[in-house]
């Protein structure tokens, strides 16, 4: 089933944050602002520092599009603190790193692998009503890009924005948009 559309349901979760602190995350952190949820399988892997230190890379620019990063995996926030003080790619993490050890999230995002007790690669973007607007599951050796992600963040905002305009493919900010009617059906 779908989660598009859907609001995130209640949870509570220990994070890492900013290479010295452990908070608090709720569902209503994803309230009022533009949210980017991204599971990973575990920390201590391969795919998973190179995924995290894109989004790391990016970050900046998803603070200027007023977007907050969540990334998670089933390991606890503990684990994302060792990770953090041993490796040059998570060391540079500014965003909160939730530990997901009771799978609550997981299973919520629908992307928990219950043979392995690991998240699949789940992207989700959610928006300041904390309604889940862009789902992107990946298979456990395909990495993501945080630049396409930027891209699909910046088409939710646009529509959010502007009731009655939708963003074709490859829409970039800026371009042109359509105007779903009657008068385009077949037209395109």
Same mark, same amino acid.
Request: glycine share 8%; proline share 5%; charged share 25%.
């Given at each position: 089933?779908?989660?598009?559309?859907?609001?995130?349901?209640?949870?509570?979760? +220990?994070?890492?944050?900013?290479?010295?602190?452990?908070?608090?995350?709720? &569902?209503?952190?994803?309230?009022?602002?533009?949210?980017?949820?991204?599971? @990973?399988?575990?920390?201590?892997?391969?795919?998973?520092?190179?995924?995290? &230190?894109?989004?790391?890379?990016? @970050?900046?620019?998803?603070? #200027?599009?007023?977007?907050? $990063? @969540?990334?998670?995996?089933?390991?606890?926030?503990? $684990?994302?603190?060792?990770?953090?003080?041993?490796?040059?790619?998570?060391?540079?993490?500014?965003?909160?790193?939730?530990?997901?050890?009771?799978?609550?999230?997981?299973?919520?995002?629908?992307?928990?692998? #219950? #043979?392995?007790?690991?998240?699949?690669?789940?992207?989700?973007?959610?928006?300041?009503?904390?309604?889940?607007?862009?789902?992107?599951?990946?298979?456990?050796?395909?990495?993501?890009?945080?630049?396409?992600? $930027?891209?699909?963040?910046?088409?939710?905002? @646009?529509?959010?924005?502007?009731?009655? #305009?939708?963003?074709?493919? +490859?829409?970039? &900010?800026?371009?042109?948009?359509?105007?779903?009617?009657?008068?385009?059906?077949?037209?395109?």
């Amino acid at each position: 089933m779908s989660l598009i559309g859907k609001e995130v349901q209640p949870f509570q979760a +220990k994070a890492f944050k900013d290479g010295q602190d452990f908070i608090d995350v709720t &569902e209503q952190d994803f309230k009022g602002q533009w949210s980017v949820v991204c599971f @990973y399988p575990a920390d201590f892997s391969f795919v998973c520092p190179t995924e995290l &230190e894109d989004l790391q890379n990016n @970050y900046e620019t998803l603070k #200027e599009l007023g977007v907050e $990063v @969540y990334s998670v995996s089933t390991d606890t926030h503990f $684990v994302h603190k060792g990770w953090h003080d041993s490796s040059e790619k998570i060391n540079k993490i500014k965003y909160p790193m939730i530990g997901d050890p009771s799978q609550q999230l997981s299973r919520q995002f629908d992307v928990l692998n #219950e #043979e392995d007790g690991l998240a699949d690669r789940g992207t989700f973007v959610i928006d300041p009503d904390g309604v889940i607007q862009t789902v992107e599951i990946n298979a456990g050796g395909i990495g993501r890009d945080a630049d396409n992600l $930027v891209g699909k963040i910046k088409a939710a905002q @646009y529509v959010r924005n502007n009731p009655g #305009e939708v963003c074709p493919a +490859k829409w970039e &900010e800026g371009e042109e948009t359509l105007t779903p009617s009657l008068d385009l059906v077949g037209k395109i």
